[in-house]
């Protein structure tokens, strides 16, 4: 898989904040933008289907499972997550930068197949403040709090793989070191040739 687009990933625990991080990120950075992942779990009541997520059931996504039809997929506390295939390609191939809101093992599969991709790791400022932020959220039973944290202890053992960490203290800051980030990323020298070249005749 080749792009034109650059490809960044974006994985945190559960609770940290990462979603309003990304949709705050993509206000902020023209031609960034957020993929929608498909998933098997239903709906929270805030949510809405085709905008938080592409709701579907379980046989529909394993029917796609099988027709290759993910660029990556996981299951996720019992649910299935996934990151359309054919869409991600065409808005990269479009030039789009995209950024994917996946978790540790999606963002694995997804540096296996693009090997530039961009890995963003947004860490809480502690255990603590995640478990109250789980916890005032309490959309979700005790059970899947508790599966969280302890889930949350192995996702961000992960930290070492992605190439940036940044800390959700205070949201505006988060936002604008991921915005750094990005902007940092397309002004590498190997990703400005395209630019360079009509300078340099100018000097010739
Ligand atoms: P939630 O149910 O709280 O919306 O999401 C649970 C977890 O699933 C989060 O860690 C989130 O990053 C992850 N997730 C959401 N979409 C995808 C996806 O498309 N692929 C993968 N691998 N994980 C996803």
Known sequence: MS????????????????????????????????????????????????VDYNFISREDFE??????????HADVFGNYYGTG???TEARLASGRDLVLVIDVQGARQVRSQLPSTVG???MPPSFAVLERRLRQRS??????????????????????????????????RCVNELAGIVLAERARRHRRDHDIAPIMKTFE
Not at 18 to 45: A, D, F, Q
Not at 63 to 72: A, N, P
């Open 3 to 50: 792009s034109k687009g650059l490809l960044f990933v974006v994985s945190a625990p559960s609770g940290t904040g990462k979603t309003t991080v990304c949709e705050e990120l993509v206000k902020i950075v023209p031609g960034l933008e957020l993929s929608r992942s498909y998933t098997s779990r239903p709906p929270r009541s805030n949510e809405k289907d085709g």
């Open 120 to 122: 963003v790791f947004v």
């Open 85 to 87: 295939r054919a869409e």
């Open 139 to 172: 959309a979700d039973p005790e059970p899947a709090i508790q599966r969280r944290l302890a889930a949350a202890r192995d996702e961000v053992s992960a930290v070492m793989e992605y190439e940036y960490v940044v800390i959700n203290d205070v949201l505006g």
């Open 63 to 72: 029917q796609r499972i099988f027709h290759g039809d993910f660029l990556e």
